[in-house]
Each structure stands twice: as C-alpha cells, then as structure tokens.
C-alpha cells in the first residue's frame, strides 16, 4: 500500500523561505512529483525526484532522500501569488503501466504581507 | 501546451441520475486519469486508462465506471448518482515515461442532490 503524509497547513511570510515535508511508505518507487494549486483551479507540475539530492528551479527547490522515504519543496523568496496548496505524489514502482500516481493530501500555504 | 479540457465546470443532478463527465486531451497521450478531490482528502484515483479500450481500477473506484473509445476520450459514469458522490472531479493525462508529468483539467465540481 501507499502512504504519503505532508502537513495540513503552513503559514509564511512574504519574502520569506518555506519548507514543506513529504514522507512516504509505498509499496514500490518510481519517481516523486510536486504539483501547486490554486483554490479553485488545476494543480500544476511543480517537480520531480527520482535520484536522491536537490533539484533547483528558480525560486523553487525539491529534495529527495530516498532511503528516508523523504521529500522537500523549498519556497524561496515568497510572494502572495505563493499562497496555494502543494501536493507531493509518488509514481508506484511496482506498477509501471500507466504513469499511476498517488497523492498526499496537500499543505495549504498561506503567505503574508 | 497541453490542453485537458473537462466537459462541463459546474453540474447540478439528482440522486438515482446516471451521470456523464467527459474529458478529452489533445497531446496524444496514452494514459488518462480520473480523479476526486475532497477536503482533507486529497485527491483519490477513480480509475485510470493506460490504452484505447483498456482501464484499471483505482483505489475508489465503487459506484463508478469508465469508458475509453478512443484514444483523446475517457469518460467517467456515475451510473446511479448518490448524494456522497457530490465531489470535484479532476481528469489528468500523461505520455508514458517515468519522468512525465500528469496534466490536469480545470475540474468538474458536482453536486447530486
């Protein structure tokens, strides 16, 4: 079985860094993705890990560790734009077929002024 | 860009109604998702496509049915509505590969009554 946990809700502040975790136990790993969204809309692709170490994009870093089963998003230099869910997915190993993911249940960012 | 356009935004039915969702993809991808999205939740696979004529369950998929005819097509069934059905319903595509990511539609948020 899949088991993602990332927490609920972090609140920042414009300017500021903000770190979201994302611990796994799955069955099988292929590969970790971040996706953003937005009340109201799509999520969108963020990131994806499947070696260990950082990978940077702009103001946006993603971590994997994956003998921890562990992940990060790192948000740098926020802007209220920043202020939506991020959602940490892992792609099943054990099951190719499909590109299947699995979600955790998102960490809702609010940045303030 | 990829483009996952959801038939409708809002819908409104009643309980007992076979309903239709649509979503059709134009990048050609092999793999298409139906997900639903709760508060505190997350989002939860329905059911997935990986080919034409082809779908597997996901971890929900009771009280829900899928078709694929063609490639750009799936569409989700709710064959007889219930009131615990109400949901946001996100579809998502992808081209096989491990590092791909999964497109999402703008989402239909459903309401049975």
């Known amino acids: 079985g899949q088991n993602i946990d990332q927490p609920t809700e972090m609140t920042a502040t414009e300017g500021a860094i903000v770190q979201i975790n994302c611990t796994y136990q799955?069955?099988?790993?292929?590969?970790l993705f971040w996706y953003q969204q937005h009340a109201g809309e799509a999520p969108t692709f963020l990131s994806y890990?499947?070696?260990?170490g950082l990978e940077e994009k702009g103001r946006f870093s993603s971590f994997l560790s994956r003998s921890k089963g562990y992940s990060y998003l790192l948000l740098k230099e926020l802007q209220m734009k920043d202020s939506a869910s991020y959602l940490c997915?892992?792609?099943?190993?054990?099951?190719?077929?499909?590109?299947?993911?699995?979600f955790g249940g998102g960490t809702r960012v609010l940045v303030k002024p | 860009d990829v483009k996952v356009t959801q038939s409708s935004r809002y819908l409104v039915k009643r309980t007992g109604e076979k309903v239709f969702l649509e979503c059709v993809q134009d990048?050609?991808?092999?793999?298409m998702f139906w997900y639903r999205q709760d508060p505190g939740l997350g989002l939860r696979l329905i059911y997935f496509?990986?080919?034409?004529?082809?779908?597997e369950k996901g971890d929900i998929p009771e009280g829900y049915s899928v078709s694929r005819e063609k490639k750009e097509r799936f569409s989700l069934i709710l064959e007889s509505a219930s009131t615990n059905q109400t949901s946001m319903y996100l579809c998502?595509?992808?081209?096989?590969?491990?590092?791909?990511?999964?497109?999402f539609g703008d989402g239909t948020r459903l309401s049975i009554l």
């Open positions: 998502a595509s992808t081209r096989t590969g491990r590092n791909q990511p999964q497109h």
């Open positions: 799955t069955s099988g790993f292929n590969g």
């Open positions: 890990n499947v070696l260990d």
């Open positions: 997915a892992v792609r099943d190993g054990i099951k190719a077929a499909g590109n299947k993911l699995t």
């Open positions: 990048m050609d991808h092999e793999n």
């Open positions: 496509s990986y080919d034409v004529k082809m779908k």
